[in-house]
């Protein structure tokens, strides 16, 4: 049974635009969320996390949302680029495994010039 | 420059071989952790290591899968006897809390086909 999951399998849009990668946890003792990018034939990167006592975190061109209540977060990348084409798994961990990461399936997102 | 490295890159066996893919951890981190990639589960947590110690294997095959830190420089997830079904990407990361963030940085991973 997934405690992480990510419904969309694959996400295409258009150079410029906002890219939002969604994400949906069952496990309420989660109070972490990361988010991960992965290109072929490589290891998957940290790319933001956000804690459970905030509902937003931004880095850049990167933003997650979190809503504790519907047990949802959100990704948002604003301007695409082609260079963000790339798999993103969305992770949390907590609990009595404070450390312990868990990942979802992943979203292939295709960023089109 | 600090990484995580996995020996093979690449592996490719027959089935019913004994498989041993190594991992040597950033000089530091505390928590060790293998991955498996396939295409429905995503990246699938096979083990969990906490100071060399195993917190969590619930996601391994025990008949065929073993997960082992002989030392802090070194992890090793060995499949005896292999088959066709286990070919996939295995990652190994490790990790340390920092600041609240329980990063982990995962290795290029190791690539494996069983024939």
């Known amino acids: 049974d997934q405690q992480v999951k990510q419904n969309s399998p694959s996400l295409s849009v258009q150079e410029g635009r906002i890219s939002i990668l969604n994400c949906d946890y069952t496990?309420?003792?989660?109070?972490?969320f990361l988010w991960y990018k992965k290109y072929p034939a490589e290891g998957p990167t940290f790319l933001i996390s956000?804690?459970?006592?905030?509902d937003k975190n931004e880095d850049g061109r990167f933003t997650v949302f979190l809503n504790k209540s519907a047990k949802h977060l959100s990704l948002h990348i604003v301007p695409s680029q082609p260079g963000d084409s790339a798999v993103y798994f969305c992770?949390?961990?907590?609990?009595?495994?404070?450390?312990?990461?868990?990942f979802g399936p992943g979203t292939s997102l295709s960023v089109i010039p | 420059d600090a990484r995580v490295t996995q020996t093979p890159r690449h592996k490719v066996t027959e089935m019913g071989q004994e498989v041993t893919m190594r991992c040597q951890p950033i000089?530091?981190?505390?928590?060790v952790f293998w991955y498996r990639q396939t295409m429905m589960q995503g990246l699938e947590l096979l083990a969990y290591?906490?100071?060399?110690?195993?917190?969590?294997d619930s996601g391994m095959p025990k008949d065929r899968f073993s997960a082992e830190m002989p030392d802090a420089t070194l992890a090793t997830l060995k499949i005896q006897p292999s088959e066709p079904r286990d070919s996939a990407v295995y990652f190994c990361?490790?990790?340390?809390?920092?600041?609240?963030?329980?990063?982990?940085?995962f290795g290029q991973g190791t690539r494996l086909t069983v024939v």
């Open positions: 290591f906490r100071n060399r110690a195993p917190l969590d």
């Open positions: 496990n309420s003792m989660f109070d972490y």
């Open positions: 990361a490790s990790g340390l809390v920092r600041t609240g963030v329980p990063e982990a940085f």
């Open positions: 956000i804690s459970s006592i905030k």
């Open positions: 992770a949390a961990s907590g609990g009595a495994s404070y450390d312990k990461v868990i």
């Open positions: 000089l530091g981190h505390n928590t």
